[in-house]
């Protein structure tokens, strides 16, 4: 696993949760975006426990940039194809708004949550209606 970030990945609930680490420093590699899209795509695929599942992507660093941004949508297009959803916990507060210029807040199958927990619950509901 490249050194510039690292994730973690296990099922819970029937949604695959990753969690995400990755330095500060990282963030300047224009490469970072591909690569760890592609890490999460990959860990997402390995611990897929079937079709519709949805992902949880924790992000445990305090700052983001673009490169985070176009990681989390390769795997968002994966997530979707499947017909999951995709939450994001602990994305910097900061760094809320590029979500939004970028536009990858307003997708449908796109949320945000509190915690870990709270978006459990949430897909726990959506999948219930």
């Known amino acids: 696993m490249p050194e510039d970030f690292n994730i973690t990945s296990r099922i819970e ?6 969690s995400v680490q990755y330095s500060p420093e990282s963030l300047r590699d224009p490469g970072l975006g591909e690569r760890l899209g592609l890490e999460m795509v990959r860990l997402y695929e390995a611990n897929l426990p079937g079709p519709g599942a949805s992902c949880v992507v ?11 941004v176009r990681a ?3 795997l968002y297009q994966k997530v979707r194809k499947q017909a999951g959803q ?3 916990v602990g994305f910097p507060e900061d760094c809320m708004r590029s979500l939004a210029m970028l536009g990858l807040s307003s997708l449908r ?3 945000s949550a ?16």
């Open 13 to 18: 609930r029937g949604s695959v949760v990753l």
């Open 58 to 68: 924790v992000i445990q660093a305090a700052v983001a940039a673009s490169v985070i």
């Open 72 to 74: 989390l949508y390769t």
């Open 86 to 88: 995709v939450f994001l």
């Open 109 to 111: 199958g796109f949320n």
């Open 114 to 129: 509190e915690s870990e927990e709270q978006a459990l619950k949430l897909i726990s509901a959506s999948e219930n209606r």
